[in-house]
């Protein structure tokens, strides 16, 4: 199964280096029977190659990172030393939450009350009319507008109200991060590796400035984590504990709740356990009890959503987001085949009917806005009228462009998702930038614009001027790029690999149980590549579970 892994990432990497690599400088890639049989054969061989050499790694290998570590090594630092050896998880969780929470409060003071970007405004515009759509999760809406009202009741300001929750959800990202260095020093993992994962959790710049952003994704990456600590814990101790269960169920439900994409990733771990029941018949009470209890969550959260759904009166909102690939697809394939005379190269080959449904699915010729690597621009224009009641006729007409433009289509998808998938690709950094307007438009969004509410205005009002500047800077510039080696800690092209590598080194030991964690970063990452678009904030829970995986799966011995 390892070489297997091991081929699969070394194939991933190729195939996906040398596509994007051609679409960035070329801009598009012809699919010639030479190109493809040179590019899918060579990426074969390539990871035939790199599955052959991971097997020859010495055999100490997988024994050097899945031994226990018990004794091995110092305390870099006195909260991890042995005096505190002796003192509980529960110590080693508030000393590393107190410096955690500490290092972070500057950014807060410094972007004070928030980094009010990304959906922010849209959300701002349904407390004010009372007219809600679950296009953002619809609990994270309602957090914002009662955040406001309990500025205004306690303070007499929404400024400060916004204020109260970015330190809160700062101090619960906080709160997850401790949880999970508890439970790795629980775990008798080494304290030179406690101490490293500690720095990680205190100065990776990412984190400052998700810690104190007004989006979802980071009350979603606190639950993400903690469901993901949950899973490894109930693993590690072969049956699921009260408290590791409750943790479980309420960080699934949370999941759910502060991202609409939560509950299909969600559906990966159901699948996931279902056939471990079928396949592990050894270990199917295990696999029965947690598919119960993952089942359990996923109705109640599911429940929770609906519920709040009726008591709004929300409207549901347009599903264009979830059909973001086709949309992409269908507009280039417009252009390079529908006559439309935006391309030198277009051959005008595509079928009237297939020309007539494109323009009733994509309104006022809005695939002439087709930007590759965003699909915002063509969505905005799309009649999910179409897919929903003429469906059988929209599924013919895609089914057969497929078919027949088989290119366009592999373009289109490689294109948005370059920076999943591809560790060279940049244009993640500058996916925010309009009309040449980069200043708070990085890598990181802070540039945002005043809100009123109630009479009352939500602006940016700093108490540490000079360093709020500097991380306005440093993100508006994507200086990251810049940085050598710790760059592709910030890059999402990179994570796919580091996972797949991670996960062939632990079936290379035998430790099945330790890659149980990685079904729901896996299971989202999949939703990630049908989404509009790649940002680091949509992959940054992934980005914050892969330390603690690791670092989990080290001292995990049998096979589940």
């Known amino acids: 199964m390892k070489k297997f892994v091991y081929g699969l990432a070394g194939f991933f990497f190729t195939f996906f280096s040398v596509t994007g690599r051609e679409l960035a400088v070329r801009g598009n890639i012809l699919w010639t029977p030479l190109f493809t049989l040179g590019t899918v054969g060579g990426s074969l061989l390539c990871g035939a190659a790199f599955g052959a050499a991971a097997d020859l790694l010495p055999k100490r290998w997988s024994a050097f990172w899945q031994r226990r570590s018990a004794g091995r090594g110092k305390a870099a630092v006195s909260f991890l030393s042995a005096r505190v050896s ?7 969780f508030g000393v590393s939450f107190a410096l955690t929470a500490l290092c972070w409060l500057p950014v807060w003071l410094a972007c004070y009350p928030a980094v009010c970007a990304y959906d922010f405004p849209v959300q701002i515009t349904q407390i004010v009319t009372g007219q809600y759509i679950d296009h953002h999760p619809l609990v994270h809406t309602l957090l914002i507008g009662g955040a406001i009202k309990a500025g205004e009741w306690l303070w007499g ?26 439970f790795l020093w629980k775990r008798r993992t080494r304290a030179l590796l406690l101490f490293l994962l500690q720095i990680y959790c205190m100065f990776f710049p990412f984190h400052w400035y998700m810690s104190v952003s007004m989006t979802k994704d980071t009350l979603f990456a606190v639950f993400f984590l903690l469901q993901v600590l949950a899973l490894g814990r109930m693993a590690w101790e072969g049956v699921p504990g009260k408290l590791t269960a ?6 699934s439900v949370g999941t759910i709740l502060f991202r609409n994409n939560g509950k299909y990733a969600f559906l990966v771990l159901l699948a996931f356990l279902l056939a471990g029941m079928a396949l592990k018949k050894e270990r199917r009470s295990f696999y029965g009890k947690l598919f119960l209890l993952a089942a359990a969550a996923f109705i109640a959260g599911n429940v929770i959503l609906r519920t709040v759904f009726l008591c709004t009166g929300a409207e549901q909102g347009d599903r264009r987001e979830m059909l973001s690939i086709p949309i992409q697809q269908m507009a280039r394939t417009m252009l390079y085949h529908g006559g439309v005379g935006v ?16 323009n009733d699915f994509i309104l006022q010729e809005g695939y002439k806005n087709y930007r590759a690597d965003l699909a915002d621009p063509v969505k905005g224009y799309t009649n999910t009228y179409v897919v929903r009641y003429r469906a059988k006729e929209f599924l013919s007409s895609y089914c057969g462009l497929l078919i027949r433009y088989p290119g366009e289509f592999i373009n289109a998808f490689l294109a948005v998702d370059a920076g999943y998938l591809y560790p060279g690709d940049v244009s993640h950094a500058y996916i925010n930038t309009r009309d040449g307007e980069s200043v708070g438009k990085g890598y990181a969004q802070t540039g945002w614009y005043e809100q009123t509410v109630g009479g009352q205005t939500i602006c940016q009002a700093s108490k540490l001027e000079p360093l709020f500047e500097k991380l306005e800077s440093w993100a508006s510039e994507n200086a990251y790029l810049r940085m050598p080696v710790l760059k592709w800690l910030f890059v999402p092209g990179t994570y796919l690999y580091l996972y797949l590598l991670w996960l ?31 940002q680091l904030r949509y992959l940054y829970p992934i980005m914050i579970v892969y330390p603690f995986w690791v670092l989990m799966g080290r001292n995990n011995p049998a096979n589940l």
């Open 504 to 534: 062939g080194a632990l079936l290379s030991g035998k430790a099945g149980r330790a890659a149980l964690p990685a079904v729901m970063p896996f299971g989202y990452f999949l939703t990630l590549l049908l989404g509009p678009a790649v």
């Open 157 to 182: 300001s929404a400024n400060n109200g916004i204020g109260a929750l970015a330190l809160l959800q700062m101090l619960l990202l906080a709160a997850a991060f401790g949880t999970g260095v508890a």
């Open 246 to 251: 409750g943790l479980f169920f309420v960080s």
């Open 343 to 358: 391309l030198a190269e277009d051959d005008n080959s595509m079928e009237d009917t297939d020309k007539a449904l494109i």
């Open 86 to 92: 002796g003192a509980g998880a529960g110590k080693v």
